[in-house]
């Protein structure tokens, strides 16, 4: 079931808002606490398919991606939002604990703007969603 912090449909003048998808609720929570505290509006979903249905309704500045969902693999879920009109343009940032090559090529055919590695950096973290965002 998609979950959402109570402020994402704050004002325009509000922070980035970021969809975080990942089935672990820990690397939610701590996720989301984090970029909260740094001024950003959240989504979370647990599922790809949440993370898709969200994407399309809210249409986020940057969607965090887990490879591994319960459902689909992050890399289906990150194709199906580059192949929808309406979420084409959103940025997909792989968050992952799986050490991957940093091969331009095969992040942009898997559908995704970049990536970064769990366990997150709390410090640097937010820098670098930020990064990511539309």
């Not at 979903?45 to 591994?68: C, F, K, Q, Y």
Request: net charge negative; aromatic share 6%.
């Amino acid at each position: 079931m998609p979950l959402a912090s109570p402020d994402y449909e704050s004002t325009e003048a509000a922070g980035p808002l970021v969809l975080i998808v990942d089935d672990n609720p820990r690397n939610v929570k701590l996720a989301g606490e984090v970029l909260a505290a740094a001024g950003f509006r959240t989504l979370e979903a647990t599922t790809g398919e949440a993370a898709v249905a969200l994407a399309d309704e809210h249409l986020p500045d940057v969607v965090l991606m887990d490879l591994r969902l319960p459902d689909m693999d992050g890399t289906d879920a990150a194709r199906m939002l580059a192949q929808q009109a309406r979420t084409a343009s959103i940025p997909v940032v792989a968050l992952t604990s799986v050490t991957l090559e940093d091969d331009p090529a095969w992040l942009r055919t898997a559908g995704f703007a970049g990536y970064l590695e769990k366990p997150i950096d709390i410090e640097a973290f937010p820098a670098q969603v930020r990064r990511y965002c539309r």
